[in-house]
């Protein structure tokens, strides 16, 4: 079980700026796909970001050019800057550590470790 710690969200109005960290207990330089997810009011959670251990980011259509996902592997700290915010990013946006499951062959979001999530509220 892997502790994961968001922070950073609030409210922004649309065109504005915000910089989300999630501090974990794991050694992050050794998990492959962890990154963000988000879940809208009355949506269900979807990916908004990931990273595999070679650092190289993977985007949501809808956030790509706007959002970017990084990490500072000596602080164990993931981070998203989110950029041109629109109020269809309003949600809670949560951290994810994936575990590779075995069956689907696949690393899975939903059966891994997640943080309790941070708000963002994109509104005038």
């Known amino acids: 079980q892997v502790q994961l710690v968001e922070s950073g969200g609030g409210l922004v109005q649309p065109g504005g700026s915000l910089r989300l960290s999630c501090a974990a207990s794991v050694i992050i330089r050794d998990i492959n796909h962890m990154g963000w997810y988000r879940r809208a009011p009355g949506k269900e959670r979807e990916l908004v970001a990931t990273?595999?251990?070679?650092?190289?980011?993977n985007y949501a259509q809808s956030v790509k050019g706007r959002f970017t996902i990084s990490r500072d592997i000596a602080k164990n700290t993931i981070y998203l800057q989110m950029n041109s915010l629109k109020p269809e990013d309003t949600a809670v946006y949560y951290c994810?550590?994936?575990?590779?499951?075995?069956?689907?062959?696949?690393?899975?979001?939903?059966?891994?470790?997640w943080g309790r999530g941070t708000q963002v509220t994109v509104s005038s």
């Open positions: 994810n550590v994936p575990i590779f499951d075995l069956y689907s062959s696949n690393y899975s979001a939903d059966l891994g470790s």
């Open positions: 990273i595999t251990t070679g650092g190289i980011p």
